[in-house]
């Protein structure tokens, strides 16, 4: 945090968007004082997750064993590409102090600041932040922005209806979780993504292809290159891990370890065999 941009202002409130480890393990560089707000469902998936201690030593172990053939090789290796040079907390970091399950109003100043969470979509208890009279969203992570979304939790079907509240709402900034800041185009353009991964993706789980060979086949699709240049383009195998999960039954939720790995593994084994841009 810049000192000098919060001298005059300091920072009392604070809102954490979902429950991923890059949206509030820098909790503990806010002033003490200050409240943390987050959804209620979100904080529950906090208490779930892996801690930060526990990421770093996969991301370590990743580097180590990453050139072991075989699947367990791989997803290794793509948690430290993921992790690059990051470096995690050594304990949890401070939790929210403040949930709400739908809406909640902040008073921040003069200034009206509107919460709402539209998960469960990227994850169980996504929560947006409309400054209205500003015209700004902070979105979390259910924008990116010249980057690629990953869908962990569902249904898809959420995150289509909060684009389509976002896109209504008009405001002239969204504040992405990744990217660039963005405007109506941006969510439109991700909204169309998200169209065409679910629809291409269902005819090949029907007829009866793997994530992976899926991936495979979609990344090399004319109709891919709307979006291949997008940041991390492999992560397309990641929220079809999830799709199919969805499609061979199996109800909304977090990824158990075992899907999670999976996914991992295909992502790396696709960048290695260059189907994707590193």
């Known amino acids: 945090m810049q000192r000098p941009l919060v001298a005059a202002a300091p920072v009392t409130e604070a809102v954490n968007t979902h429950s991923d480890g890059d949206h509030w393990w820098g909790n503990d560089t806010l002033p003490s004082a200050a409240r943390i707000t ?3 469902a979100s ?47 050594r304990r949890t970091p401070r939790l929210p102090d403040r949930t709400f399950h739908t809406t909640h109003r902040l008073t921040v100043g003069d200034r009206t600041v509107e919460l709402e969470r539209l998960g469960p979509c990227h994850t169980a208890g996504d929560v947006v932040a409309h400054v209205t009279d500003a015209g700004v969203v902070f979105t979390g992570d259910l924008l990116f922005v010249a980057s690629t979304p990953i869908l962990w939790n569902g249904p898809l079907d959420n995150w289509l209806a909060a684009l389509d509240r976002l896109i209504r709402w008009d405001a002239a900034v969204y504040v992405p979780g990744h990217g660039p800041t963005g405007t109506v185009d941006d969510l439109r353009a991700l909204r169309d993504y998200w169209w065409w991964l679910r629809d291409a993706g269902r005819d090949h789980h029907a007829r009866g292809s793997s994530v992976r060979q899926t991936a495979r086949e979609l990344a090399r699709s004319n109709e891919f290159g709307r979006w ?10 990641l ?19 075992t899907r ?19």
């Open 239 to 257: 929220s079809l891990s999830t799709l199919f999960d969805r499609w061979n039954g199996n109800p909304p939720g977090p990824p158990t370890v």
């Open 38 to 40: 987050t959804s209620a």
């Open 43 to 89: 904080l529950d998936a906090m208490h779930e997750d892996l801690p930060p201690a526990a990421l770093t030593a996969l991301a370590t172990t990743g580097a180590l064993i990453g050139r072991v053939p075989g699947p367990v090789g791989a997803a290794a290796a793509y948690v430290a590409r993921v992790r690059s040079d990051a470096r995690f907390p």
């Open 228 to 237: 291949s240049a997008w940041r991390s383009p492999e992560r397309l195998v």
């Open 260 to 278: 999670r790995a999976r996914a991992f593994a295909d992502a790396e084994t696709l960048l290695r065999e260059g189907i994707f841009p590193q």
